[in-house]
């Protein structure tokens, strides 16, 4: 089975830019999920997607948006990137089943980098 | 962001010794799971929990869910170089909040 794969690996944006990320679940998981990981820290949830809708949101504001596709691949899209924003950002698929995520496997991450 | 109480932060023990490290919480969770993490990766899941009580072993790792549903602990036996890294306790509760970490540093 393919595991999480995640691009670009590594991106360098300015303030102000915008940046879309890509994620493709693993085969036979259903729910993606995002997390942003600040240096010495843990991840920290960002959202949620399952059937293509966000189903579960972290303190994090609107200018991060995602989407998710039929195949369960999906984006984080970031607008009016500030230099806070320089983290990895890991995503995460599973199978959602009776409200339990199972399976819950992490791609390598993207390191952004603002400037 | 909300984040579990994860110790101890660090530890440096020799080779062979055993490693214990356990993360606690004011909330219920429904699912416990342990982290490792190598610099640059994404965390790679050791054991994962779902129910309150379960002991869990795998390989030299085994963790269990504390039967309150609020703490986990794992233990490494006989730790050898390349168990160095970082690891993350998580609960789940729909999203998964993730412990500071502990920094694990093994001598040969």
């Known amino acids: 089975e393919t595991g999480v794969t995640q691009s670009p690996t590594h991106l360098i944006k300015t303030r102000g830019q915008q940046v879309t990320l890509r994620c493709s679940s693993q085969?036979?998981?259903?729910?993606v999920s995002w997390y942003q990981q600040a240096l010495g820290q843990g991840p920290q949830f960002i959202f949620q997607?399952?059937?293509?809708?966000?189903?579960g949101r972290g303190n994090f504001p609107p200018r991060f948006s995602g989407l998710q596709f039929p195949n369960y691949s999906s984006e984080l899209n970031v607008n009016a990137l500030e230099l806070d924003d320089s983290a990895l950002y890991l995503c995460?698929?599973?199978?959602?089943?009776?409200?339990?995520?199972?399976?819950?496997?992490f791609g390598s991450g993207t390191r952004l980098t603002v400037v | 962001g909300q984040q579990l109480n994860q110790s101890p932060q660090s530890m440096f023990i020799q080779e062979g010794e055993d490693v214990s490290m356990n993360c606690t919480s004011s909330?219920?969770?429904?699912?416990w799971l342990w982290y490792k993490q190598d610099p640059g990766e994404g965390p790679v899941l050791l054991i994962a929990?779902?129910?309150?009580?379960e002991l869990t072993s795998n390989g030299r790792l085994t963790a269990q869910f504390g039967i309150t549903r609020k703490d986990s602990f794992l233990n490494i036996s006989a730790s050898i170089p390349s168990d160095v890294g970082i690891y993350f306790c998580?609960?789940?509760?729909?999203?998964?909040?993730f412990g500071q970490g502990t920094e694990l540093s093994v001598k040969p």
């Open positions: 995460a698929s599973s199978q959602l089943y009776r409200e339990t995520n199972y399976g819950y496997t």
């Open positions: 085969s036979g998981h259903n729910t």
């Open positions: 909330s219920i969770f429904n699912t």
């Open positions: 929990l779902y129910k309150a009580g």
């Open positions: 998580a609960g789940q509760k729909g999203k998964l909040i």
């Open positions: 997607y399952y059937r293509e809708e966000e189903n």
